[in-house]
């Protein structure tokens, strides 16, 4: 494992929670991981094909056995054909969420969902007219009709390009149309990547690569940012909101009820439903504190920055919050969920809810959540768990009491909005830090937790030694939850752990130095940013020229390996902790680390450790400096470390 | 079972290497000393013997390949091979394999200093369904001596 400490997270309140499951005999993935070891090679290197029943067919490492599958498919094939199964996977995740989210906005409009109204009116009209809409002399909802109409054309369009394409600098949208990627249909654009993997169709690695490309900008140009557009326009364009995060934010007294997973259209009715008398009431008449609503992974990003809702953890924390037995009800829906919790739960009084019409899980009580009864199906999920806590024993339940503050609600619209004014004058001040070296440059770091590294150490570390250095971090997702527990959300951070040039326009803006940007779909925010300081000017005419970098310091799904894919493919360098499972192939590995550049101006590197990774970010961030010609750093470097510590016991 | 576990962990463990991704996007040379062959529909892992007598030996014009005591693990000394590949012609396994990168034969040590610290060598670790053991040749004389003769009685038990 990486980190090589003995410890299993850097975290303190999970690192106790894990050591109680211990004493308490509860299964963790950490459990599962050891049992599963030695975990098998030809999977981690990509060159295991399944693709059709003459296999499985395994191509020999080592240069010594089987060169090609019984086809004929080679490594450098087999691997592609691997990465495009998970890439089209990862892009579909993202997307079929945003799908939900623009359906539910289109059902609002037509006025069959229960208890949701259109909250941002500006960003609704703002899409209406990218779209060409006529707004004149039409009500709200009509307008909204439209835009979602034209936003789910765009999910099964056929041909042409994607809309939301015209968003980038015209440069970037020439590189897509030379090579071929330019994204036609969110939908599409998967069916064709599967097609491509089936048994001898694409069989040219760099084919089948630029044909994951094409699907993941479809997903980061498209279902994500639908996904975004469309959550900012029914549930409101977060702003800066002050919270709380980590384990402790749940009360022994409350009706703890944490959301876990990813689509916003529930949790947001959730958040309305615990606020009503009658459910209030109910909590009362049980004996407790009223309700405390947190939440695990990206579902909670979303009502952190929109609600100020508390987040409980991240995703390694989700039987760590089981764990405590003083969760009543775990109200889940898809994508990260461990099938795992079920067993937890079983022994406790704490109830697994799930509630998406896509997922099930064996022996889990099953709430279904439609939009068209939405406040309904939320009043009988907070009624489950009000039942669940008169069952809870409280002598049982084991509840660290730590949390840290943060600020979250960072988007494009109000990332500066604490100055004051509007909003695209306002990244003068990021362009202009950069230009007079106050500011090296900007740092994506987002992604998952992964077993294989020592939970939050590979976040933490790296950007605590990114903002030494006076680059300024944006995050999303696990990897946002990791840096607001470690208190690197607050704006004290800056005096605590930022370079003097960060320091300095931290304490001139009003912000940490570790800005939360929302969700793994909100990633897409993180490209509009890029779009907004290429406008600003002085940095350059496309988002390649920029001074940024993306990392993923401890990531695992498939939906990371399609976010870094279509941020590479935006011109951004962009550093992952596990390799891609492709290294089994030359051609592929080749094409991502180095080819990409050529063609995207971006491309992917593999750095376990979190340090030296951030290195990697902060040697690419001043090569575009000298690029652009931009005087030296205000403040010298401070003395690298190019190596992280092992976290100590 | 055929998964090949053992291949892996060998190269790995040949190379020094624990992370076989990075080794690869390094360019590590690995390969391994043990084979899982196919036997008419039967996986098979296939290595050195550590033949008593070994043939290998015996045949190698310039002592390339020794063991420190009798019955002990037989390995290579790189720097003294010559590349004539005898040893490969005559080990009745095939367990040694010509390795062109470094111009000298490769076969299995059973990890002899692992073994030597009490440890199992890194196929049989790896191996997820312990098809692979050490044994040394009493022990596994006795104990297959045992497991026959309860075998035995339970048939005749069987049969009465
Ligand atoms: S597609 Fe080719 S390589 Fe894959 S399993 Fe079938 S025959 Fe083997
Ligand atoms: S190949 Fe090397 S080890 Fe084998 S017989 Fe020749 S010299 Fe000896």
């Known amino acids: ?66 060169e090609c599958g019984v086809c004929g498919a080679t490594a450098d094939t087999i691997a592609a054909r691997n990465l495009a199964r998970h890439v089209a996977c990862g892009a579909a995740s993202h997307s079929d969420h945003g799908r939900d989210v623009v359906r539910t906005l289109l059902e609002t409009a037509q006025g069959k969902a229960e208890g949701y109204e259109i909250k941002n009116e500006t960003k609704l009209y703002a899409l209406a007219e990218q ?70 169709v694409d069989n040219d690695p760099i084919h089948i690569l630029k044909q994951v490309i094409r699907t993941a900008l479809s997903d980061g140009w498209g279902g994500s940012m639908y996904a975004t557009d469309c959550s900012d326009i029914l549930f409101g ?24 997973g990813h689509e916003p259209t529930l949790s947001e009715m959730l958040v309305a439903a615990a606020q009503s008398p009658d459910i209030r009431n109910l909590a009362e008449e049980a004996g407790a504190d009223g309700f405390q609503l947190a939440g695990i992974c990206c579902t909670a990003n979303e009502i952190l920055m929109r609600h100020g809702i508390p987040i409980a953890g991240n995703f390694l924390q989700q039987e760590l919050a089981l764990a405590t037995g003083a969760v009543d009800a775990m109200v889940v829906d898809v994508q990260c969920v461990f099938p795992s919790a079920v067993k937890i739960a079983k022994d406790m009084s704490t109830r697994i809810i799930s509630t998406s019409k896509k997922a099930a899980f064996e022996g889990v009580e099953q709430i279904e959540f439609d939009e068209e009864h939405a406040l309904q199906s939320a009043k009988k999920i907070l009624t489950a768990a009000v039942e669940a806590f008169k069952q809870r024993d409280p002598a049982a339940a084991d509840l660290p009491d730590s949390s840290e503050h943060l600020v979250a609600g960072y988007t494009v619209e109000s990332i500066f909005s604490t100055l004051g004014g509007t909003y695209r004058p306002l990244f003068r001040p ?49 990897s946002a939850i990791a840096c607001a527990k470690a208190g690197l959300m607050r704006p004290e951070a800056a005096d605590l752990y930022a370079g ?73 360098f962009t550093v992952l902790s596990e390799p891609f499972p492709v290294m089994g192939s030359k051609a592929v590995r080749q094409y991502l ?35 652009l010609g931009l005087t030296e750093m205000m403040y010298e470097m401070p003395e690298p470390a190019r190596k992280a510590a092992a976290p100590a016991k | 079972m055929g998964c090949r576990a053992c291949e892996t962990a060998c190269a790995r463990a040949h190379a020094g290497v624990e992370d076989i991704e990075k080794a690869l996007l390094e360019g590590v040379h690995m390969r391994p000393r043990v084979h899982v062959v196919d036997a008419e529909g039967h996986p098979v892992p296939v290595q050195c013997q550590q ?12 002592d390339a390949l020794q063991r420190d005591e009798e019955g002990g693990p037989v390995y290579t000394v790189p720097d003294k091979c010559v590349g004539c590949k005898l040893c490969v012609m005559v080990c009745p396994f095939g367990a040694i394999t010509w390795d062109e990168p470094t111009g000298c034969v490769i076969k299995c040590d059973v990890c002899r200093d692992l073994v030597e610290a009490g440890e199992a060598p890194f196929c049989v670790a790896a191996c997820p369904t312990d098809a692979l053991a050490v044994a040394q040749p009493d022990e596994l004389s006795a104990q297959k001596r045992r497991g026959a003769a309860v075998q035995t009685v339970h048939v005749v038990q069987a049969a009465d």
């Open chain 1, 1 to 66: 494992m990486a980190g090589n400490g003995n410890r299993t997270s850097v975290d303190d309140a999970s690192q106790q929670m894990i050591d109680h499951a211990a004493a308490c005999g509860f299964e963790l993935a950490w459990d599962r991981y050891q049992a599963l070891l030695p975990q098998c090679d030809f999977g981690k290197l990509g060159i295991c094909c399944t693709n059709c029943v003459l296999g499985p067919c395994r191509i020999d490492p080592f240069g010594e056995g089987a």
């Open chain 1, 131 to 200: 779209f060409g809409i006529e707004t004149d002399g039409k009500d709200l909802r009509q307008v909204a009709l439209e835009v979602a109409e034209t936003a789910l054309a765009d999910f099964g369009r056929q041909e042409g390009v994607l809309r939301l394409v015209s968003r980038a600098p015209e440069p970037l949208q020439k590189k897509w149309q030379r090579m071929g990627v330019t994204p036609t249909g969110i939908d599409a654009d998967v069916v064709r990547l599967m097609h491509a993997t089936h048994m001898g």
């Open chain 1, 237 to 260: 364009g977060p702003e800066p909101i002050r919270s709380r995060a980590n384990l402790g934010v749940l009360r022994p007294n409350a009706v703890n009820v944490v959301v876990h």
């Open chain 1, 430 to 478: 990021l362009n202009r830090g950069i230009m007079d070296g106050r500011l090296r440059g900007v740092a994506g770091v987002v992604g998952c937790n992964n077993v294989k590294i020592t939970h939050d150490w590979g976040h933490v570390e790296m950007v605590k030694e990114l903002i030494r250095n006076d680059v300024l971090v944006v995050q999303t997702g696990c």
């Open chain 1, 500 to 572: 003097k040039g960060l320091k300095e326009i931290c304490d001139a803006v009003g912000i940490a130095p570790v800005l939360h940007v929302g969700s793994c779909v909100d990633n897409s925010r993180i490209l509009l940013a890029c779009v907004e300081m290429v406008k600003e000017g002085g940095l350059g005419d496309d988002l390649s020229d920029l001074p940024v970098a993306g990392a993923a310091p401890e990531w695992m799904s498939e939906k990371a390996m399609a976010i870094a894919t279509y941020v590479a493919a935006s011109g951004i």
């Open chain 1, 593 to 627: 680390t180095e080819g990409m550049e050529a063609d995207f101006g971006g491309m992917l590197a593999f750095e376990q450790d979190p340090v030296a990774a951030a290195h990697l970010m902060i040697d690419h961030i001043n090569k575009k400096r000298e690029a």
């Open chain 2, 51 to 62: 033949c008593e007598n070994a043939p290998c030996m015996a045949v190698c014009p310039s």
